[in-house]
């Protein structure tokens, strides 16, 4: 259960760890393998998937861009399957373990589909002849989406897993691990850039140039190495038994606080708990109310405070997470029209080399690389001085620079999108594939400031224990992200039709669609949602017992005996 106090971490055969054998960077870096191995395997698949789907499997392109949002928002919907089991039944490793194999089993029959030719329609171009190729139904459709969601399903299981597995290797008790940890997370960012660019880049190459049936094999095969690398390191884990359903301790504060609707709250509630109240949603605190007849009170009836605060802190930070849901829409026009759209242009750079539209999705993570140690070594000092704040810029400061950032991406989108077809319709001209590099470099910068931002906010809001559940509701909001840019496309299609054309997307020629007024669609979502950002972080109250930068800064015997406070009355 979330807000417990520390417990004791077991090997994997279930016995207490022992500092001197287990744990520490010599165990996380078997974790780091595994993370940027199935990194490298999922994005490889799900950044070039449209191309895939359109080309090979004959799906018009509204609907094959849509196969791919579903796809990736359901990886990310599935983290909190995924932290459920972990911290319910399996544990962290055991559960990687197990869908780990899954994923590794959905690349297999990826492969198998797209090298078997009677497992896929017959060949046809759908640019030029769309209306007359066979689209994939039937047998070969249902086996499409089972090998899909089998990736989908592991890789969304393993999500929250590696980053908790990955931290639960460092104590606090320990000094010199805990001062690792923060050479862990930088590790862990470099491991996971690292597997999209060489997905984006080398991964995407040997799809577009040998075919889609051995690029699916290479990702089975580097899921292979991830996996062996995890099961490498079963002897050094230190594994955190499972605590109970994350979703339970949030139930029994709701359920509690109808039940004593009508319950006052004791005027000396401040006195009491000092250290971790907050007056945000006082309804809540009626969970924390004994009766006086219920000395024994169940626990659904009765919460304690740590659980009532989480309960608050859940429900506070909502607001600011589902403003990036626009910001995950964009990310998803990046991996769907975007690169179709580069399809369209001269790809090539040398002669007797082209470059694959999907591997322009890397230049965000070269920017992100190059970048962000600039950030932090001239940017932040600066910010530093200027501000006062250790971090420069607040979390929250720095999510809102990255949403108004986005807002630029998709501008440039719609205006390189209508030099596009104006050049192809009306001048017969083909524009080179690196006018469309300016609209992932703004999102480079975008994502830059919103993600790293939204991770430090999380962690600096969360309490002991909520790390998990936290990084589990960002996933969960990548996928929202992913779900409204479907519902989009085809609530676009379905008010842009007309007698004479079926909409703003619904043709297989982007020449005769118009993806530039989708663009400048979203554009003006993205600075709607950026107002509404600013209007939610302005009335967002921090937690006062994390504005020193956490529980940890707290003195644990003092929180111990608040945290278990109860209201009598």
């Known amino acids: 259960m979330f807000g417990s106090m520390e417990e004791v971490s ?24 595994l993370q940027a191995f199935e990194m490298m395997a999922v994005a490889a698949v799900g950044n070039n998937l449209i191309t895939y789907v359109f080309n090979d499997m004959h799906f018009p392109l509204s609907k094959s861009a849509n196969v791919v949002t579903n796809f990736i928002g359901t990886v990310f919907l599935l983290s909190l399957v995924g932290g459920f089991l972990s911290d319910s039944y399996l544990g962290s490793f055991w559960t990687m373990l197990v869908f ?39 047998y070969k459709a249902i086996i499409l989406f089972i090998a899909l969601y089998l990736v989908a399903f592991g890789s969304g299981c393993l ?27 930088n590790i862990a960012y470099f491991a996971f850039c690292m597997g999209e660019l060489i997905a984006l880049t080398l991964l995407v190459c040997v799809q577009t140039h040998s075919g889609m049936d051995v690029g699916f094999g290479i990702s089975a095969a580097v899921m292979g190495i991830g996996m062996i690398s995890l099961a490498s390191g079963t002897v050094l884990y230190r594994n955190k038994p499972p605590r109970g359903s994350i979703f339970t301790p949030i139930a029994q504060v709701l359920v509690a606080a109808i039940t004593k609707r009508k319950q006052i709250c004791p005027s000396n509630v401040e006195m009491l708990n000092n250290l971790l109240h907050t007056n945000k949603f006082k309804f809540l605190d009626k969970a924390c109310i004994r009766t006086q007849d219920g000395k024994n009170e169940s626990p659904w009836r009765l919460c304690t405070v740590s659980q009532v605060e989480q309960v608050k802190i859940i429900i506070s930070v909502v607001p600011i997470f589902a403003c990036t849901i626009i910001f995950n829409t964009i990310l998803a026009q990046l991996q769907t029209f975007s690169v ?75 205006l390189v999108e209508k030099k596009r077809r104006v050049s192809a319709l009306h001048h017969d001209e083909t524009m080179s594939i690196f006018w469309i590099a300016p609209q992932f470099l703004i999102f480079g910068v975008s994502e830059m400031f919103t993600a790293v931002g939204l991770i ?27 779900y409204l840019s479907s519902i989009l496309v085809s609530l676009v299609n379905q008010i842009t039709r007309s007698k004479s054309h079926g909409g703003w ?47 940890c ?16 009355i």
């Open 553 to 568: 800064h707290d003195d644990p015997k003092a929180r111990q005996g608040s945290l278990e406070e109860v209201y009598d």
């Open 100 to 138: 780990g194999f899954v994923e590794l089993f959905g690349f297999v029959l990826l492969c198998i589909q797209a090298h078997v030719p009677q497992l896929r329609p017959p060949h046809c171009d759908m640019v030029s002849n769309g209306d007359h190729c066979e689209e994939a139904k039937g």
């Open 10 to 33: 077991v090997d994997w055969r279930g016995k207490p760890c022992k500092a001197n054998k287990h744990g520490g960077m010599s165990a996380a870096i078997f974790v780091l393998g």
């Open 456 to 482: 430090e906010f999380f962690y600096k809001q969360s309490l002991e224990g909520m790390q998990s559940f936290l990084t589990a509701m960002t996933y969960c909001f990548y996928s929202f992200g992913f």
């Open 505 to 551: 997307l619904s043709d297989n020629d982007l020449n005769k669609d118009r993806l530039d007024l989708f663009y400048w669609m979203l554009a003006a979502l993205s600075l709607i949602n950026f107002f509404n950002y600013m209007f939610c972080s302005k009335f967002f109250s921090y937690n006062p017992s994390l504005s020193n930068g956490g529980p």
């Open 340 to 414: 179709q759209q580069g399809s369209t242009m001269n790809t090539k750079i040398i002669d007797g080399f082209e470059i694959p539209p999907a591997s322009l999705q890397s230049i965000p993570y070269i920017l992100l690389i190059f970048v962000v140690p600039l950030y932090e070594t001239v940017l932040v000092p600066t910010a530093r001085k200027i501000t006062g704040n250790d971090s420069g810029i607040t979390p929250l400061q720095r999510v809102g620079i990255g949403l108004f950032v986005a807002t630029f991406s998709m501008v440039s989108a719609a």
């Open 159 to 185: 999500k929250p897993n590696i980053i908790s597995l990955g931290v639960d290797q460092f104590t606090r008790e320990n000094t010199k691990q805990s001062k690792k940890l923060s050479t862990y997370f």
